[in-house]
């Protein structure tokens, strides 16, 4: 927060939340629609884990998940560097 991370996160469109395990299970947040995607560091992955069977889940490293959530696309970290 002091380094000014969640205004830029917050200004391109994610949602903050705690460390939470609600999405891959539906109980916080929501779940993936069908035809929603998620760049996520979760580690696992598999049909409908974290909603529709028809949504899409990218596992990602925690650089790679911000750079994704700053530019609005899975995105490389090492553009930012």
Sequence with gaps: MDEGLFAIFQDAGCAISTPTCGACLGGYMGILAEGERCVSTTNRNF???????????YLASPATVAASAIEGVIADPRTFM
Excluded: F, L
């Excluded at 049909?47 to 889940?57: A, D, N, T």
């Design 47 to 57: 049909v409908g884990r974290m909603g529709h069977p028809r949504s899409e889940v």
